[in-house]
């Protein structure tokens, strides 16, 4: 009887032992395949450079498109600006007849926001959010083709006239340039509206750091994490970077 009694224990001991050795295997296999997010700089990396290109081509800043994508679409994380909708700029209405309404939040131009329900577009990539954000500013509105030259280099002296004239005319927000503005230094987006002139790929070698990287280069640190679309300043030895000259 004692012997029946002490298998039966260990039967029950080992049963409860797989359970939790089971458990604990699910949670960490969870956790594995959790997505970091981005970083802003990961984010801006992913666009800058057919901004660039676009912006290039039509008279445009760059600088002032990736600052807008960032501030509309919350660098990529927000449900508008996110997959599958990938609408960077906030645009309404449909895109080839897709569209996703939405709640959205309107300035009446006094800084009083109220909230209303919306269509905004739906892309199958950013890429297309950038290109149809340059058709809408280069062939203007329905009612007005020149309702947007003011943001073109050619009738601007600075990044700072464009985000003042989409002041109150793309966004009511009052404040809009000014946040555009903070977001275009902070990140040194103004190296967008000029061209590559070199690029250099560098390994990364014992005791580096992006630090280190930056001054060694003279180039800031947030320039290499967007080159290089990175989410940390953690980099290892042996990582390619590359490194960008204006």
Excluded: C
């Excluded at 600088?63 to 990938?86: F, H």
């Excluded at 297309?128 to 329905?142: H, I, M, Q, T």
């Excluded at 009612?143 to 966004?171: E, P, R």
């Excluded at 977001?183 to 790929?201: F, G, H």
């Amino acid at each position: 009887m004692i012997i029946v009694l002490a298998f039966i224990g260990i039967s029950i001991y080992v049963l409860v032992q797989q359970f939790e050795n089971s458990r604990n295997h699910a949670d960490t296999s969870k956790q594995e395949y959790v997505e970091e997010s981005k970083s802003v700089e990961e984010f801006i990396g992913s666009i800058s450079e057919t901004a660039r290109t676009l912006a290039a081509e039509n008279d445009l800043y760059a600088s002032v498109m990736i600052a807008q994508a960032t501030l509309e679409s919350e660098y990529g994380q927000s449900g508008l600006g996110s997959s599958p909708n990938n609408n960077l700029f906030g645009m309404k209405g449909k895109y080839k007849n897709d569209s996703v309404k939405l709640e959205t939040s309107e300035d009446d131009g006094k800084g009083k926001m109220t909230t209303v329900m919306a269509d905004f577009r739906k892309y199958p990539s950013y890429e297309e959010s950038l290109e149809d954000y340059v058709r809408l500013l280069r062939k203007g509105l329905s009612w007005n083709k020149k309702f947007y030259t003011g943001v073109f280099k050619s009738n601007t002296k600075s990044y700072k006239d464009a985000t003042k004239h989409l002041t109150g005319s793309y966004a009511t927000d009052s404040k809009y340039n000014k946040k555009l503005n903070k977001l275009i230094a902070e990140y040194d987006l103004t190296q967008y509206d000029k061209p590559v002139k070199n690029k250099t790929t560098i390994k990364v070698e014992d005791g580096d750091s992006l630090n280190h990287i930056a001054e060694t280069y003279n180039v800031k640190v947030t320039s290499i994490k967007q080159w290089n679309k990175l989410n940390t300043e953690t980099i290892e030895t042996g990582q390619q970077l590359e490194i960008f000259q204006y």
